[in-house]
């Protein structure tokens, strides 16, 4: 204790006034995202279960416990049964149809072509404007008799359908805005890892006579493939997420044709005031989500080459 | 048999001649080396034969056939690139067949020569694995398997051992040159290191600023360098140039000046031990000198002493154009006193 090395170190590092054990210093630098992750994640999550099994509370009526009885309403309503097919046709054709558009258009703005700035910024400016106003351009493109579609198929003595008003058009007509919105943006990620790629491995194969399908098909795409695993979840994520479009758009309607799983969430909880309800379909599609997470990350991610 | 051609080669981009007029012969079965400093054209050459880039003009034969505008895949050609550019997710086995599967060679095929190239680059307890699981002396067997499984009758290589540590590299040449030899390949290596070029080829394509600097083999580009560049990029340490007035410059290697007391009156500058030698660097006058002296010499800086060479060692060039002059009498010199055995 008094040895000169102690006085030299004392010397140079003071002493702490207290000391904090490092299981106490963790947990204190976990804390402030784990308080924002209980009060806005956590929290919410667990309250929605059990909300969903209680009535609604309305006036001076506490709510009650009813046991499955939300469930038990919701597999008896036709319209839960809508939004759900309805959101795995627009899902099931989203989702592919926006990952092969943004692959595509990554592969094509890669190679060596002119303007290739300006067709980049081209593909990418949809995801820059607000889903809204993304809406709301698409709405005149679809209007009836005067709108952008209408007009051209007009010209050439095609006829036309009313596109939003009629119930086999109107959900294909979503599908066409989600996928024209966002390819644009999963085609940077692409863009992203192409460019990882060395050119040599081309040439490589060039040299081999491999011909560019099979290029692509044994080298490109499984090295795209962590790229893709990434875009799928936002896909999937994105397809259940995003329903400005339905809301500015359709309305759900005609017909109920176009209700999507959260905007009938949206609807139960906001419009019909039955937050129970909305609480019930809200754990319906935390599963569904749950359940892809679990698979994409538990299946694929072991068939996947990480560089 | 497949001798490459190269005739009056050439390719541009916008202003700048990457390769200007360049024209040579590899001999079958024989290894070429084409060498010269970075930007010199040596590699853009080399991926001219092999078809990834095209000719501004010229042409390029290789087993007496016309390849200018033939595809890399039809020129019967096998590739080592510098980075080796072995496909990452897929195995050893599976880089090295790469070829085979794209030619839709049989099963049964694929497999015998699989066994034979493995066996021949000692890569039989490596197939399985990926190339991120190798050292960088294995993912170059690697590339070059890929390259031999193949049984073309050329193989281009563009600086192949540039990656590697000191002691693999002279490994590592030792094995090429073997293979290619058993083989019968004819190979056209690009290198910029010019110990590579000596020990490795049959003959040397010295190449500088597009153009070529010299053809010649080793002993020969060693012997009699063509210009001041050649005599210069050509052994460690370099020739000594001289100029000692009259519009000739005198060459000499280091390994031909001896340090005594005759000759030039040089003041040694520095000495670095090698082990067999030193390498004596010396001013005279304002110019450098440098003598490789055996075993360790005991000189200081500072040190007064004489620098000599017999006449025969004695390599005159022109002074405005840095061509080798052969017309030059070496006695001639020894009569000006620059020469001292």
Partial sequence: MHGPETKLATAVVPPPRWRVSPQIHGWLLLLPASVLLATFTHFPAVATIIDSFYSTPKGRRAAV????????????????????????????????????????????????????????????????????????????FY???????????????????????DQHTALICLIAVAVWKDAGFFMIFYLAALQQVSPQLAEAAAIEGASRWYFFRRVTFPLLMPTTLFVLINAIINSFRLIDHVVVMTQGGPDNATALLLFYIY???????????????????????AFFALGQFVVLDRRIHYQ | MSQIAVQNVSKAWGATRAVDNVSFEAAAASLLVLL??????????????AGLEQVSSGRISIGGADVTALPPAQRRIAMVFQSYALFPHLTVAENILFGLRVRKVPAAERTR???????LLGLDALLARKPSQLSGGQQQRVALGRAIIAETPVCLMDEPLSNLDAQLRAEMRREIRTL????????????????????????????????????AAPDEIYARPATIFAAKFIGTPPMN???????????????????????LPVRVQSSEFLGADTVVTCAYGNQSLTARVPGKAAYRAGDAVHAGWRPEHLHFFDAASGVRRDDVDANAATAIGLCFA
């Avoid at chain 1, 258009?105 to 400016?125: D, E, H, K, Q």
């Avoid at chain 2, 005198?250 to 340090?259: C, F, N, S, T, W």
Wanted: charged share 15%; hydrophobic share 50%; with cysteine.
């Fill in chain 1, 65 to 140: 416990l009813v046991g499955a009885d939300n469930y038990q309403a919701m597999l008896a309503d036709p319209v839960f049964w809508r939004a759900v097919s309805n959101n795995i046709v627009y899902a099931a054709s989203v989702i592919p149809l926006t990952m092969a558009l943004a692959l595509a258009m990554a592969l094509w703005v890669n190679g060596r072509i002119p303007g290739r700035p300006f067709l980049r910024l081209s593909f990418f400016t949809p995801t820059v404007l607000p889903m809204i106003a993304v809406a709301n351009i698409w709405l005149f």
């Fill in chain 1, 143 to 165: 209007a009836p008799g005067y709108g952008l579609l209408d007009q051209m198929l007009g010209a050439l003595g095609v006829p036309t359908p009313n596109w939003l008003g």
């Fill in chain 1, 267 to 289: 609807e139960a909880g906001f419009k019909f005031w039955d937050t129970a309800y909305a609480a019930t379909l809200t754990v319906v599609l935390l599963a569904l989500l």
């Fill in chain 2, 36 to 49: 010269g400093p970075s930007g010199c054209g040596k590699s853009t050459t080399l991926r001219l034969i």
């Fill in chain 2, 113 to 119: 020569r699989l066994a034979r190239v493995a066996a």
């Fill in chain 2, 180 to 215: 290619q030899q058993k083989l019968g390949i004819t190979m056209v290596y690009v290198t910029h290191d010019q110990s590579e070029a000596m020990s490795m080829a049959d003959r040397v394509i010295l190449m500088r600023d597009g153009k070529v600097e010299q053809a």
């Fill in chain 2, 241 to 263: 140039i001289l100029d000692t007035g009259g519009g000739v410059l005198l060459g000499v290697r280091p390994e031909d000046a001896a340090l005594g007391d005759a000759g």
